[in-house]
């Protein structure tokens, strides 16, 4: 075993488990040497979940604060009668200073779920269940939501159409990582349904898309970081309580 214990201490982890691996297929019957070996395999368990944890404790500041910048252009809402996750809207895409047009409007919520929303108000219905968003040649769209899906909604006031479609994560597809890449150029918008219907999004919508696309992967890298970080103390723990002495 000193050899593995060698490796194990020049870092050589992977090969440490190999060798460990070996002893367990080839001595089935030495009790003593696969429980030893048990205990340096604990021992490469715990090193490489305190790796772990020192990486993700480095790199967690660095996302909070990423994540802490593009948020300043958020407000937090949350109604806390009927809501147990608050959501993140960009300032220039808050629901009731948009009512009345047509446009693309985006949210990430607390868990870092990413919500896009297809708002389209017009004489003509369209029963859109998808978007494309294009540059040229170059294009994407999301998936489909027909129209009896609870997240596609649509109504009539008086012959004027109102039609609002959610697109969650990867409903979404490629399209908020589009508008990201091209947020200085042009983009078209196509609503396809029924009848399709096109604009652009204006300059002041680019960004505000934009910016809620980098919140989410900075809010999910956050997330995944304080993941890591459990599961390897959790880890820790239950290999330092397996041989902990009784009091």
Same mark, same amino acid.
């Given at each position: ?116 929303? %297809? ?14 968003? %294009? ?108 041989? %902990?002495?009784?009091?």
């Amino acid at each position: 075993m000193s050899n593995i214990e060698l490796l194990i201490e020049n870092n050589l982890l992977n090969t440490a488990k190999i060798e460990l691996d070996s002893i367990h297929i080839l001595y089935p019957r030495m009790v003593d040497a696969r429980r030893t070996a048990k205990a340096l395999e604990d021992t490469i368990t715990r090193k490489e979940n305190l790796r772990i944890l020192a990486y993700c404790d480095s790199i967690l500041p660095i996302k909070k604060q990423q994540a802490d910048s593009i948020a300043k252009n958020f407000r937090f809402e949350k109604n806390e009668n009927y809501q147990n996750t608050g959501n993140f809207v960009y300032k220039t895409l808050q629901l009731e200073a948009n009512i009345e047009r047509t446009y693309l409007r985006a949210y990430v919520d607390e868990n870092a779920d990413f919500y896009l929303i %297809s708002n389209y108000t017009g004489t003509t219905k369209l029963s859109h269940t998808n978007l494309k968003v %294009s540059v040229g040649e170059s294009y994407v769209q999301t998936n489909d939501i027909p129209t009896d899906n609870p997240m596609n909604h649509e109504f009539n006031d008086e012959g004027v159409y109102w039609e609002i479609v959610t697109f969650k994560n990867e409903l979404a597809a490629e399209v908020p990582v589009f508008i990201a890449q091209y947020a200085n150029e042009r983009i078209k918008v196509t609503l396809q349904g029924k009848r399709n219907y096109t604009y652009y999004l204006t300059n002041g919508d680019k960004k505000a898309l934009a910016e809620t696309y980098n919140l989410r992967v900075a809010k999910k890298d956050v997330i995944m970081l304080e993941k890591e970080i459990q599961k390897a103390i959790a880890n820790i723990e239950k290999i330092n309580q397996r041989y %902990s002495t009784p009091d």
